[in-house]
């Protein structure tokens, strides 16, 4: 079983400061994917990353993927309300198998 | 414009009766995934069908049972609930069953067991 460890589990930070949450894994992954969930929703995708070493940017948010494809990051530049939500790695082949996930809360 | 569909959002049960989910589908996808989440947890899998195949996974409990009828509509059946199967179920579609597929969810059935 491919197991994904997301660090930290919970992250509380003021409106306009900067944040990087970490998923990390012993397993290589083929891809992994960044999904973020709203209250009382589902998960909804926000990236998938597939190249070790990758970067890609979603507006305020920037993903990583590490070079060894094990490992990924998710950096968000002037957190906004609107960022708050359950933020979840994935991966896997036939099946996703989701991260332990982050909650985060920007405060106004 | 809703593309996966789940009712109720919110359903109670007492324990030990039998309660069905539903969710339905418009993308015509073939993958339909059920997913069990526990306050502040992650999704865990339970079971999968691709197409009329069914994939049940290794740690799911026999009380949780699924049927997928037809391409659109698939069901999850708890047999006895319990209350530590208070959660929330999310059900998930792709159109095929590889890596880097995205995944469609539904906003998901908060199940309550008195």
């Known amino acids: 079983t491919q197991l994904l460890e997301q660090s930290p589990q919970f992250l509380s930070i003021q409106e306009g400061e900067n944040l990087t949450v970490y998923c990390n894994s012993s397993s290589v992954f083929s891809s992994l994917q960044w999904y973020r969930q709203e209250p009382g929703e589902g998960p909804v995708l926000l990236v998938t990353v597939v190249t070790g070493g990758e970067v890609k940017k979603l507006k305020r948010l920037t993903f990583q993927f590490g070079d060894a494809r094990k490992d990924s990051s998710l950096h968000i530049t002037a957190a906004q309300p609107g960022d708050t939500g359950l933020y979840l790695c994935?991966?896997?082949?036939?099946?996703?198998?989701f991260g332990t996930g982050t909650r985060l809360t920007i405060i106004p | 414009d809703a593309m996966v569909i789940q009712n109720p959002r919110y359903q109670v049960t007492q324990f030990g009766k039998p309660v069905t989910l539903s969710c339905s589908q418009t993308l015509n996808h073939n993958v339909m995934y059920w997913y069990q989440q526990k306050s502040s947890q992650a999704p865990k899998l339970l079971f999968h069908?691709?197409?009329?195949?069914?994939?049940n996974e290794a740690d799911t409990p026999d009380n949780f049972q699924s049927r997928r009828p037809n391409t659109s509509f698939c069901f999850l059946d708890i047999r006895s609930p319990g209350l530590g199967d208070a959660a929330m179920y999310l059900c998930?579609?792709?159109?095929?069953?590889?890596?880097?597929?995205?995944?469609?969810f539904g906003s998901g059935t908060q199940l309550s067991v008195l």
């Open positions: 998930a579609t792709s159109p095929v069953r590889v890596a880097n597929e995205k995944l469609f």
């Open positions: 069908y691709y197409d009329k195949d069914f994939n």
């Open positions: 994935a991966g896997g082949l036939q099946k996703l198998t």
